[in-house]
T-cell receptor, first 119, second 115 residues
Framework: GENVEQHPSTLSVQEGDSAVIKCTYSDSASNYFPWYKQELGKGPQLIIDIRSNVGEKKDQRIAVTLNKTAKHFSLHITETQPEDSAVYFCAASPNSANAGGTSYGKLTFGQGTILTVHP | KAGVTQTPRYLIKTRGQQVTLSCSPISGHRSVSWYQQTPGQGLQFLFEYFSETQRNKGNFPGRFSGRQFSNSRSEMNVSTLELGDSALYLC??????????????FGPGTRLTVT
């Protein structure tokens, strides 16, 4: 099955700096890669995602890059703010239309990165 | 549009008891997935339902079960609770449609404590 490794486990930056979180995956059938932000006492919130037919996607201060050959993808947050402090999770999933019953609804998550942005 | 709702938000049970958790997906979403979140194991997939059918199941014992109703609402049940079942149980809903919509939106979770 799929295995997702996420690094670093903790990341501390100054307000205004950039933050980068990296993930690697093992299953070449995976083609959907979302990123979630989880604040204390809340469920994970989808912040950006990327599919395997694109190499990069941006949404304001957040960007995600994907290297399918190397099986890794990264989250980039620029101009960090204290409200960006949270736990961030990467995940991977195969295309349910191709992988069928073993993939429906299943996201495999990384272990999470605790991001702290100091004012 | 209202988000995913889960009830109850907090629950305390005793070993050996059983528990039922409820999830209402986003209106129009037909796929519901359940996850268990613990500090040691992280987020782990339990099962997924679509149109009242379980389409996929994770590596959890048979004590963990679920079902989905015709209105897409879902419940999960854990029987014979063990201390290790203490966790945050998360429900996520997704809009399934050709060629396949993958975005999963999570609810706030139910915090289960087993004593």
């Amino acid at each position: 099955g799929e295995n997702v490794e996420q690094h670093p486990s903790t990341l501390s930056v100054q307000e205004g700096d950039s933050a980068v979180i990296k993930c690697t995956y093992s299953d070449s059938a995976s083609n959907y890669f979302p990123w979630y932000k989880q604040e204390l006492g809340k469920g994970p919130q989808l912040i950006i995602d990327i599919r395997s037919n694109v190499g990069e996607k941006k949404d304001q201060r957040i960007a995600v890059t994907l290297n399918k050959t190397a099986k890794h993808f990264s989250l980039h947050i620029t101009e960090t703010q204290p409200e960006d402090s949270a736990v961030y999770f990467c995940a991977a999933s195969p295309n349910s239309a191709n992988a069928g019953g073993t993939s429906y609804g299943k996201l495999t998550f990384g272990q999470g990165t605790i991001l702290t942005v100091h004012p | 549009k209202a988000g995913v709702t889960q009830t109850p938000r907090y629950l305390i049970k005793t070993r050996g008891q059983q528990v039922t958790l409820s999830c209402s997906p986003i209106s129009g979403h037909r796929s519901v997935s359940w996850y268990q979140q613990t500090p040691g194991q992280g987020l782990q997939f339990l099962f997924e339902y679509f149109s009242e059918t379980q389409r996929n199941k994770g590596n959890f014992p048979g004590r963990f079960s679920g079902r989905q109703f015709s209105n897409s609402r879902s419940e999960m049940n854990v029987s014979t609770l063990e201390l290790g079942d203490s966790a945050l149980y998360l429900c996520a809903s997704s809009l399934e449609g050709p060629p396949g919509s993958y975005e999963q939106y999570f609810g706030p979770g139910t915090r289960l404590t087993v004593t």
